[in-house]
Protein backbone atom coordinates (compact mmCIF):
# COMPACT_ATOMS: atom_id res chain seq x y z
CA UNK A 1 0.00 0.00 0.00
CA UNK A 2 2.94 2.24 0.96
CA UNK A 3 4.07 1.46 -2.66
CA UNK A 4 0.61 2.72 -4.73
CA UNK A 5 0.73 5.58 -2.23
CA UNK A 6 4.11 6.43 -3.12
CA UNK A 7 3.15 5.81 -7.41
CA UNK A 8 -0.57 7.56 -6.83
CA UNK A 9 1.85 10.82 -5.72
CA UNK A 10 4.12 10.88 -8.57
CA UNK A 11 1.49 10.67 -11.13
CA UNK A 12 -0.31 13.19 -9.69
CA UNK A 13 2.50 15.36 -9.23
CA UNK A 14 4.36 15.20 -13.06
CA UNK A 15 0.21 15.65 -14.01
CA UNK A 16 0.60 18.74 -11.95
CA UNK A 17 4.01 19.99 -13.40
CA UNK A 18 2.21 19.66 -16.68
CA UNK A 19 -0.66 21.82 -15.81
CA UNK A 20 -0.59 23.93 -12.83
CA UNK A 21 -2.49 23.72 -9.27
CA UNK A 22 -5.63 25.03 -10.61
CA UNK A 23 -8.13 23.14 -9.06
CA UNK A 24 -9.70 20.16 -11.89
CA UNK A 25 -13.54 20.00 -10.72
CA UNK A 26 -14.62 16.58 -13.15
CA UNK A 27 -12.79 13.82 -14.10
CA UNK A 28 -14.17 12.04 -17.81
CA UNK A 29 -13.27 8.75 -19.24
CA UNK A 30 -14.72 8.27 -22.53
CA UNK A 31 -15.83 4.91 -24.08
CA UNK A 32 -15.01 3.33 -27.57
CA UNK A 33 -16.17 5.82 -30.55
CA UNK A 34 -16.23 8.30 -27.63
CA UNK A 35 -12.99 10.06 -27.54
CA UNK A 36 -14.03 12.78 -29.92
CA UNK A 37 -15.48 15.03 -26.98
CA UNK A 38 -11.86 15.65 -25.90
CA UNK A 39 -10.84 17.79 -29.21
CA UNK A 40 -13.37 20.60 -27.94
CA UNK A 41 -11.74 21.23 -24.52
CA UNK A 42 -10.54 24.80 -24.84
CA UNK A 43 -7.06 25.65 -23.29
CA UNK A 44 -6.33 22.02 -23.33
CA UNK A 45 -2.90 20.83 -22.64
CA UNK A 46 -2.83 16.88 -23.51
CA UNK A 47 -0.82 14.58 -21.59
CA UNK A 48 0.07 11.11 -23.30
CA UNK A 49 -0.33 8.04 -21.54
CA UNK A 50 3.34 6.31 -21.77
CA UNK A 51 4.56 9.86 -20.89
CA UNK A 52 2.80 9.66 -17.05
CA UNK A 53 4.88 7.84 -14.60
CA UNK A 54 3.07 4.47 -13.48
CA UNK A 55 -0.21 4.98 -16.58
CA UNK A 56 -0.51 2.13 -18.25
CA UNK A 57 -1.16 2.24 -21.84
CA UNK A 58 -4.09 1.84 -24.10
CA UNK A 59 -4.29 -1.14 -26.47
CA UNK A 60 -7.42 -0.33 -28.10
CA UNK A 61 -8.50 0.80 -31.29
CA UNK A 62 -11.02 3.71 -31.05
CA UNK A 63 -8.67 5.18 -28.16
CA UNK A 64 -6.20 7.63 -28.89
CA UNK A 65 -4.81 7.33 -24.94
CA UNK A 66 -4.19 10.24 -23.68
CA UNK A 67 -4.97 13.04 -20.92
CA UNK A 68 -6.45 16.40 -22.17
CA UNK A 69 -7.37 18.72 -19.31
CA UNK A 70 -8.73 22.02 -20.19
CA UNK A 71 -11.82 24.20 -19.97
CA UNK A 72 -15.33 22.51 -20.92
CA UNK A 73 -18.36 24.57 -20.42
CA UNK A 74 -16.61 27.17 -18.56
CA UNK A 75 -15.44 23.63 -16.06
CA UNK A 76 -11.90 22.90 -15.83
CA UNK A 77 -12.14 19.07 -16.68
CA UNK A 78 -9.38 15.91 -17.24
CA UNK A 79 -10.36 14.07 -19.92
CA UNK A 80 -9.22 10.29 -20.77
CA UNK A 81 -9.22 9.54 -24.12
CA UNK A 82 -9.25 5.99 -24.00
CA UNK A 83 -9.53 3.61 -20.79
CA UNK A 84 -8.12 0.37 -19.64
CA UNK A 85 -9.56 -2.73 -19.69
CA UNK A 86 -9.26 -6.11 -17.73
CA UNK A 87 -8.99 -8.08 -21.11
CA UNK A 88 -5.99 -6.08 -22.48
CA UNK A 89 -4.27 -8.19 -19.62
CA UNK A 90 -4.32 -5.43 -17.16
CA UNK A 91 -4.95 -6.26 -13.73
CA UNK A 92 -8.17 -4.68 -12.06
CA UNK A 93 -5.88 -2.54 -9.96
CA UNK A 94 -4.41 -1.20 -13.23
CA UNK A 95 -7.74 -0.55 -14.95
CA UNK A 96 -8.64 1.76 -11.87
CA UNK A 97 -5.26 3.44 -11.50
CA UNK A 98 -6.18 6.64 -13.50
CA UNK A 99 -9.38 6.75 -11.23
CA UNK A 100 -7.49 6.63 -8.30
CA UNK A 101 -4.95 9.21 -9.85
CA UNK A 102 -7.78 11.40 -10.26
CA UNK A 103 -8.54 11.49 -6.68
CA UNK A 104 -5.18 12.22 -5.54
CA UNK A 105 -5.55 15.15 -8.18
CA UNK A 106 -8.17 16.05 -5.56
CA UNK A 107 -11.04 15.49 -8.21
CA UNK A 108 -14.43 14.41 -6.27
CA UNK A 109 -16.69 14.12 -9.48
CA UNK A 110 -16.28 11.59 -12.14
CA UNK A 111 -18.83 11.22 -15.69
CA UNK A 112 -18.20 7.59 -16.95
CA UNK A 113 -19.07 6.48 -20.32
CA UNK A 114 -18.84 3.46 -22.23
CA UNK A 115 -20.03 1.99 -25.51
CA UNK A 116 -22.59 -0.82 -24.77
CA UNK A 117 -24.43 -3.51 -25.83
CA UNK A 118 -27.87 -3.26 -25.91
CA UNK A 119 -29.89 -5.80 -24.17
CA UNK A 120 -33.46 -3.95 -23.55
CA UNK A 121 -35.64 -5.50 -26.59
CA UNK A 122 -37.40 -2.11 -26.72
CA UNK A 123 -34.46 0.03 -26.96
CA UNK A 124 -32.40 0.55 -30.53
CA UNK A 125 -28.85 1.33 -31.27
CA UNK A 126 -27.94 4.81 -30.81
CA UNK A 127 -29.89 5.60 -27.66
CA UNK A 128 -28.01 7.07 -24.76
CA UNK A 129 -28.42 5.06 -21.46
CA UNK A 130 -28.22 6.82 -18.35
CA UNK A 131 -26.43 4.19 -15.92
CA UNK A 132 -28.50 3.68 -12.01
CA UNK A 133 -26.83 0.80 -11.56
CA UNK A 134 -24.79 -2.25 -11.36
CA UNK A 135 -24.05 -6.07 -12.00
CA UNK A 136 -20.77 -8.13 -11.73
CA UNK A 137 -20.81 -11.48 -11.36
CA UNK A 138 -17.03 -11.60 -12.01
CA UNK A 139 -15.08 -13.08 -9.35
CA UNK A 140 -12.23 -10.31 -9.79
CA UNK A 141 -12.38 -6.89 -8.14
CA UNK A 142 -10.57 -3.79 -8.04
CA UNK A 143 -10.46 -3.65 -4.45
CA UNK A 144 -9.30 -7.63 -3.68
CA UNK A 145 -6.10 -7.89 -1.76
CA UNK A 146 -4.86 -5.14 0.63
CA UNK A 147 -7.13 -2.34 1.11
CA UNK A 148 -5.33 0.93 0.84
CA UNK A 149 -6.70 2.98 4.00
CA UNK A 150 -5.28 6.42 2.95
CA UNK A 151 -8.11 6.08 -0.06
CA UNK A 152 -10.93 4.31 1.59
CA UNK A 153 -12.92 1.71 3.86
CA UNK A 154 -12.12 -1.71 3.24
CA UNK A 155 -15.91 -2.35 3.19
CA UNK A 156 -18.30 0.29 2.21
CA UNK A 157 -21.90 1.12 0.96
CA UNK A 158 -22.82 0.52 -3.09
CA UNK A 159 -26.39 1.52 -3.47
CA UNK A 160 -25.34 5.39 -4.30
CA UNK A 161 -22.59 4.24 -6.52
CA UNK A 162 -24.35 6.20 -9.37
CA UNK A 163 -24.93 9.39 -7.78
CA UNK A 164 -28.89 9.95 -7.57
CA UNK A 165 -28.84 13.81 -7.79
CA UNK A 166 -26.42 13.32 -10.63
CA UNK A 167 -28.80 11.03 -12.60
CA UNK A 168 -31.38 13.89 -11.93
CA UNK A 169 -28.65 16.80 -13.79
CA UNK A 170 -28.41 14.01 -16.35
CA UNK A 171 -32.34 13.95 -16.67
CA UNK A 172 -32.51 17.63 -16.69
CA UNK A 173 -30.00 17.95 -19.22
CA UNK A 174 -31.83 15.56 -21.80
CA UNK A 175 -34.99 17.36 -20.94
CA UNK A 176 -33.43 20.46 -22.41
CA UNK A 177 -31.02 19.55 -25.02
CA UNK A 178 -34.07 17.77 -26.79
CA UNK A 179 -31.88 14.67 -26.57
CA UNK A 180 -33.66 11.78 -25.44
CA UNK A 181 -31.94 9.40 -23.00
CA UNK A 182 -32.89 5.96 -21.69
CA UNK A 183 -32.44 4.74 -17.64
CA UNK A 184 -31.23 0.89 -16.72
CA UNK A 185 -28.74 -1.20 -15.37
CA UNK A 186 -25.23 -2.05 -16.89
CA UNK A 187 -23.84 -5.48 -16.58
CA UNK A 188 -20.41 -6.57 -16.99
CA UNK A 189 -18.70 -9.24 -18.81
CA UNK A 190 -14.97 -9.39 -18.90
CA UNK A 191 -14.68 -9.50 -22.52
CA UNK A 192 -13.01 -9.58 -25.22
CA UNK A 193 -15.48 -11.90 -27.17
CA UNK A 194 -18.85 -10.71 -27.23
CA UNK A 195 -21.19 -12.49 -25.01
CA UNK A 196 -22.79 -15.51 -26.30
CA UNK A 197 -26.91 -15.24 -27.18
CA UNK A 198 -27.65 -17.57 -23.54
CA UNK A 199 -25.36 -14.84 -21.57
CA UNK A 200 -27.31 -12.01 -23.49
CA UNK A 201 -30.95 -14.00 -22.04
CA UNK A 202 -29.47 -14.83 -18.93
CA UNK A 203 -28.29 -10.60 -18.85
CA UNK A 204 -31.94 -9.75 -19.76
CA UNK A 205 -33.31 -12.09 -16.95
CA UNK A 206 -30.77 -10.65 -14.55
CA UNK A 207 -32.63 -7.45 -14.91
CA UNK A 208 -29.73 -5.90 -17.18
CA UNK A 209 -30.50 -3.33 -19.72
CA UNK A 210 -27.02 -3.16 -21.36
CA UNK A 211 -23.93 -5.43 -21.62
CA UNK A 212 -20.25 -4.01 -21.81
CA UNK A 213 -16.69 -4.45 -20.42
CA UNK A 214 -15.85 -1.67 -18.54
CA UNK A 215 -17.25 0.90 -16.48
CA UNK A 216 -17.59 -1.15 -13.41
CA UNK A 217 -14.73 -1.02 -11.85
CA UNK A 218 -14.20 2.52 -12.48
CA UNK A 219 -17.51 2.88 -10.29
CA UNK A 220 -16.51 0.66 -7.56
CA UNK A 221 -13.68 2.13 -7.05
CA UNK A 222 -14.59 5.62 -7.30
CA UNK A 223 -17.28 4.53 -4.97
CA UNK A 224 -14.57 2.92 -2.17
CA UNK A 225 -12.80 6.64 -2.52
CA UNK A 226 -16.43 8.85 -1.95
CA UNK A 227 -16.25 10.28 -5.69
CA UNK A 228 -19.61 11.71 -7.04
CA UNK A 229 -20.13 9.42 -9.96
CA UNK A 230 -22.59 9.45 -13.59
CA UNK A 231 -22.38 6.72 -15.79
CA UNK A 232 -23.69 7.16 -19.45
CA UNK A 233 -23.81 4.33 -22.15
CA UNK A 234 -24.00 4.53 -25.78
CA UNK A 235 -26.06 1.30 -27.08
CA UNK A 236 -24.01 0.87 -30.30
CA UNK A 237 -25.52 -2.54 -30.73
CA UNK A 238 -28.05 -4.82 -29.91
CA UNK A 239 -26.56 -8.04 -28.14
CA UNK A 240 -25.88 -11.43 -29.33
CA UNK A 241 -29.23 -13.11 -30.40
CA UNK A 242 -31.43 -10.46 -30.54
CA UNK A 243 -30.74 -9.55 -34.64
CA UNK A 244 -29.52 -12.68 -36.31
CA UNK A 245 -26.31 -11.27 -37.33
CA UNK A 246 -22.58 -11.51 -36.34
CA UNK A 247 -21.44 -8.54 -33.83
CA UNK A 248 -17.93 -7.10 -34.52
CA UNK A 249 -16.07 -4.10 -32.89
CA UNK A 250 -16.31 -2.11 -36.50
CA UNK A 251 -20.05 -1.61 -35.55
CA UNK A 252 -19.56 -0.19 -32.64
CA UNK A 253 -16.91 2.56 -33.86
CA UNK A 254 -19.52 3.20 -36.54
CA UNK A 255 -22.16 3.43 -34.15
CA UNK A 256 -20.66 5.68 -31.92
CA UNK A 257 -19.58 8.30 -35.16
CA UNK A 258 -23.06 8.57 -35.70
CA UNK A 259 -24.09 9.49 -32.14
CA UNK A 260 -20.90 12.12 -31.84
CA UNK A 261 -23.10 14.62 -32.13
CA UNK A 262 -25.84 14.51 -29.61
CA UNK A 263 -23.84 12.65 -27.12
CA UNK A 264 -21.53 15.73 -27.08
CA UNK A 265 -24.53 18.17 -26.44
CA UNK A 266 -25.44 15.94 -23.51
CA UNK A 267 -22.37 15.72 -22.18
CA UNK A 268 -21.62 19.34 -22.17
CA UNK A 269 -24.82 20.35 -21.05
CA UNK A 270 -24.17 17.46 -18.22
CA UNK A 271 -20.67 19.42 -17.64
CA UNK A 272 -22.37 22.48 -17.32
CA UNK A 273 -25.06 22.18 -15.07
CA UNK A 274 -23.13 19.99 -12.46
CA UNK A 275 -23.55 20.96 -9.15
CA UNK A 276 -20.47 22.59 -8.00
CA UNK A 277 -21.25 20.95 -4.44
CA UNK A 278 -20.07 17.73 -5.95
CA UNK A 279 -16.69 18.92 -6.63
CA UNK A 280 -15.81 20.38 -3.42
Same mark, same amino acid.
Not at 72 to 96: D, S
Not at 238 to 243: H, K, Q
Given at each position: MDELMKNLSETAEYIKSKVGEEKIEIGLVLGSGLGDLADEIENAVVIDYHDIPHFPVSTVPGHKGR?? *?????????? /????????????? $??? /???? *??? $?? &??? *?????????????? $????????? *???????LIQDNPLRGMNPDALGPRFFDMCTAYDPDLIEVAKKASATTGVDTREGVYMLFTGPSFETKA??????????????????????????????????? /???? $?? &????????????????????????TKLIREIVKTWPKSKTE
Open positions: LV *IGNLEGRRVL /CMQGRFHYYEGWT $MQQ /CVYP *IRT $MK &ALG *INSLLLTNAAGCVN $MDWQPGDLM *IINDHIKEVRFARISGADAVGMSTVPEAITASHMKMHTLGIS /CLTN $MA &AGILDQPLNHEEVIETGNKVKAKF
